[in-house]
Antibody
Framework: QVRLQESGPGLVKPSETLSLTCSVSGGSISPHYWSWIRQPPGKGLEWIGYIYFSGKTKNNPFLRSRVTISADTSKNLFSLKLSSVTAADTAVYFC?????????????WGQGIPVSVSS | QSVLTQPPSASGAPGQRVTVSCSGSYSNIGSNYVYWYQQFPGTAPQVLIYRDNQRPSGVPDRFSGSKSGTSASLAISGLRSEDEAAYYCAAWDDSLSAQVFGTGTEVSVL
């Protein structure tokens, strides 16, 4: 059974960089696509971006310039960096696996990690 | 910036049929598969329907998906109390080159 676990600080100061890691167990990150998705309090889901195990990435155009997604195949994990955060970036952040291609559904999800942006 | 539009809420009595709509455009629903996710409070979403109308193993056949043009629907028949949750549609958008989600629908059982 594939398991995903998000980790990182739960509090980030405005203008700083949010950094999260998703550790994958029970399966390899190769050869899958992996995404970050977030959900602000009381609101809907927003896709942040994906990474393919080879390193290819695609980000949400509304966030593109602030998002960096990377992968470490040796450690079987992938990471998210979101720069210049504001209160609007406060959300629960999920990592998820694509079932097959980049446009496929997400078949495995992490439990989510709440991140608050506040001074 | 939800690109797919859903009604904020839907409800029905136990045993009834409830339908949730999802309206998009040619660049998303009109050109790509639609997915539906179910989310309970405090938990991660789980896929309910994939490729417009396919159910993953373990999902009851009370749940069904359909698509026509630039709109899609999720139907829940034989509504049960455990179906109370938020439901989100999703699809790839070719114009944005992004995965887009619906605004979400809270389903309640009266």
């Amino acid at each position: 059974q594939v398991r995903l676990q998000e980790s990182g600080p739960g509090l980030v100061k405005p203008s700083e960089t949010l950094s999260l890691t998703c550790s994958v167990s029970g399966g390899s990150i190769s050869p899958h696509y992996w995404s970050w998705i977030r959900q602000p309090p009381g609101k809907g889901l927003e896709w942040i971006g994906y990474i393919y195990f080879s390193g290819k990435t695609k980000n949400n155009p509304f966030l593109r310039s602030r998002v960096t997604i990377s992968a470490d195949t040796s450690k079987n994990l992938f990471s998210l960096k979101l720069s210049s955060v504001t209160a609007a970036d406060t959300a629960v952040y999920f990592c998820a696996r694509h079932h097959s291609g980049y446009d496929a559904h997400f078949d495995y999800w992490g439990q989510g990690i709440p991140v608050s942006v506040s001074s | 910036q939800s690109v797919l539009t859903q009604p904020p809420s839907a409800s029905g009595a136990p045993g009834q049929r409830v339908t949730v709509s999802c309206s998009g455009s040619y660049s998303n629903i009109g050109s790509n598969y639609v997915y539906w996710y179910q989310q309970f409070p405090g938990t991660a979403p789980q896929v309910l329907i994939y490729r417009d109308n396919q159910r993953p193993s373990g999902v009851p056949d009370r749940f069904s998906g359909s698509k026509s043009g630039t709109s899609a629907s999720l139907a829940i028949s034989g509504l049960r109390s455990e179906d109370e949750a938020a439901y989100y549609c999703a699809a790839w958008d070719d114009s944005l080159s992004a995965q887009v989600f619906g605004t979400g629908t809270e389903v309640s059982v009266l």
